[in-house]
């Protein structure tokens, strides 16, 4: 019987590597019967060309569906396409949701862009405690310090489709010819050019997911009032607002409202985006008559919200299958 994790799925192979060598295995039936997925991350026992187990799972995060990973390298363009700080956030809150380390990178410093965004973004970030690096692919700069916030670590790659996730791997290493694609070329919005998951070793001791990223995510999984601690702004004012409920929108006795002055105007205004998007969620589910179970910590992907399999069965409204779909991962 051996260990390895698997860095690669495809179709009914799972590709596994021990660190010395890779192997290329199925699943005994039994565990096909098992609910949950085995993902690209897992560690698992083989034996005779079949997986016999899954270890448990560190972490994991969906779409891209990914386990024991130590970090998200969000990835975001300064320009071509213009930086869209709503959309950092809403990558660095799922991040937080996932309760998995987060480091940002900004590429494309070789094209013309605001110079003073650059004093902004370290403005908001690097005093939230997030590691910055600024970065271009095409002239091969930052990309050192780039590499060594990878070292010794699996990190998930993400951002939108053309910010340049797969030229920085290829920088790095350039053996690796990952594809990359013009971001003219990349017609529909939203095509990403790396369309698979897959754990590659870009040095002795670095492993990257090359990812599509989360796609087109809404914060339609969570209760508003569990936004809050996807701001760790926020933190600090958590619980002390004279309403327990309090959204920190308007609210009489708001602890955050009072300090708003504390907060980059950017990051609330993503909160308050992100608590409708939420309620939004909250309003569908009130309307359909579900009922939930709603984890009482968000901050950890151990607990997440779920759906009664019987319910789950029960349904057959598609706006409710929509709601499943999003909020249940395990039914994926
Ligand atoms: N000027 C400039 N262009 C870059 C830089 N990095 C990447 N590009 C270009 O941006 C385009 C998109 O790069 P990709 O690496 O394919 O982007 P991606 O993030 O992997 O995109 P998806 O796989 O679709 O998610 C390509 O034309 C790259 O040559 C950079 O630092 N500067
Ligand atoms: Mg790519
Ligand atoms: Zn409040």
Request: proline share 2%; glycine share 4%.
């Amino acid at each position: 019987m051996s260990e390895g994790q698997i860095y690669k799925i495809h179709s009914d192979f799972y590709y596994i590597d021990n660190d010395v060598e890779t192997f290329e295995c199925k699943i005994r039936e039994v565990l096909k019967k098992q609910r949950e997925k085995i993902l690209v991350g897992d560690f698992v026992e083989f034996e005779n060309g079949y997986i016999t187990k899954v270890l448990p799972r560190k972490n994991f995060i969906k779409r891209p569906s990914v386990s024991n990973i130590d970090q998200i390298v969000i990835v975001s363009a300064l320009k071509e396409p213009d930086l869209d700080l709503m959309q950092l956030n809403r990558y660095i809150a799922l991040a937080k949701y996932y309760g998995i380390k987060t480091v940002l990178c900004f590429n494309k410093e070789d094209l013309k862009w605001e110079k003073s965004l650059k004093n902004k973004i370290i403005e908001i970030y690097k005093t939230l405690g997030y590691d910055v690096v600024f970065t271009s692919a095409t002239e091969h700069k930052g990309i050192r310090a780039f590499e060594k916030l990878l070292t010794g670590k699996i990190s998930v790659l993400c951002g939108n489709s053309g910010v340049g996730k797969s030229s920085l791997i290829n920088a790095i290493n350039p053996k690796l010819q990952l594809k990359t694609k013009a971001v003219s070329e990349k017609l529909q919005r939203g095509t990403h050019t790396t369309r698979h998951c897959e754990i590659i070793k870009i040095n002795k001791t670095s492993k990257i997911v090359d990812t599509p990223g989360f796609s087109n995510v809404r914060f339609d999984f969570i209760l508003p009032t569990e936004v809050d601690k996807l701001f760790e702004e926020m933190f600090p004012y958590i619980g002390t607002c004279k309403y327990s409920d309090c959204l920190h929108i308007n609210e009489d006795g708001c602890a955050v409202l009072s300090n708003i002055d504390s907060i980059d105007e950017s990051r609330y205004q993503s909160y308050v985006a992100f608590v409708k998007e939420a309620r939004d969620y909250k309003e569908k589910i009130k309307y359909e008559g579900i009922k939930t179970e709603h984890s009482k910590k968000v901050i950890n992907n151990k607990e997440i919200a779920k759906i009664s399999e019987k319910k789950r069965q029960s349904s057959r409204n598609t706006l409710k299958q929509k709601i499943y779909k999003e909020i249940d991962y395990e039914n994926e």
